[in-house]
T-cell receptor, first 113, second 114 residues
Framework: SQQGEEDPQALSIQEGENATMNCSYKTSINNLQWYRQNSGRGLVHLILIRSNEREKHSGRLRVTLDTSKKSSSLLITASRAADTASYFCATALIYNQGGKLIFGQGTELSVKP | EPEVTQTPSHQVTQMGQEVILRCVPISNHLYFYWYRQILGQKVEFLVSFYNNEISEKSEIFDDQFSVERPDGSNFTLKIRSTKLEDSAMYFC????????????FGQGTRLTVV
């Protein structure tokens, strides 16, 4: 499988529910970043978690990182219709000094009002 | 809040023509990137640029592509002799003090080759 795979590919929930998206990767990383993309629009940076961190919070977002399992999760609590978007994880490899990011396929989140 | 800006937002070009996509990265950032996203697919790395030279490029970034930082603010991607398969959303990004910092993306240029 590829560096940066998200699951599920699509997730549909009701407003107010929590949404959890997972990302797995193969190669050792320096950091992992989560992005949101509204349909046909740009990538909005959500959060960066470094390889020596296990959990980070930003507002309604909670990101965890388990380097032993090479996986990360993004939790959006109390979801809103405006959270409807595609969510991508992107990894910065430990040996790559140039800052290149490798993106996963993304999870398409639909939050129904 | 500082942001990465890209122009144009949409470009339509004839196959075989040259296009230049323009980006203004965040002003105090040192690392610059181009990525592309073919419709319905994932975002792919094209090239990274630091200290006025390419630091890494992908297999996609062949001789058809070139990048330039012509002045202190702009960062351009030139695609020579465009092909139908070059149709995609092209994103510029920049990151700050270290290559391992947050990368901020522009809104993208949708390139359509006809």
């Amino acid at each position: 499988s590829q560096q940066g795979e998200e699951d599920p590919q699509a997730l549909s929930i009701q407003e107010g529910e929590n949404a959890t998206m997972n990302c797995s990767y193969k190669t050792s990383i320096n950091n992992l970043q989560w992005y949101r993309q509204n349909s046909g629009r740009g990538l909005v940076h959500l959060i960066l978690i470094r390889s020596n961190e296990r959990e980070k919070h930003s507002g309604r977002l909670r990101v965890t990182l388990d380097t032993s399992k090479k996986s990360s999760s993004l939790l959006i609590t109390a979801s809103r219709a405006a959270d409807t978007a595609s969510y991508f994880c992107a990894t910065a490899l430990i040996y790559n000094q140039g800052g290149k990011l490798i993106f996963g396929q993304g999870t398409e989140l639909s939050v129904k009002p | 809040e500082p942001e990465v800006t890209q122009t144009p937002s949409h470009q339509v070009t004839q196959m075989g023509q040259e296009v230049i996509l323009r980006c203004v990265p965040i002003s105090n950032h040192l690392y610059f990137y181009w990525y592309r996203q073919i419709l319905g697919q994932k975002v792919e790395f094209l090239v990274s640029f630091y200290n006025n030279e390419i630091s890494e490029k992908s297999e996609i970034f062949d001789d058809q592509f070139s990048v330039e930082r012509p002045d202190g603010s702009n960062f351009t991607l030139k695609i020579r002799s465009t092909k139908l398969e070059d149709s995609a959303m092209y994103f510029c990004a920049s990151s700050g003090a270290g290559s391992f910092s947050e990368a901020f993306f522009g809104q993208g240029t949708r390139l359509t080759v006809v």
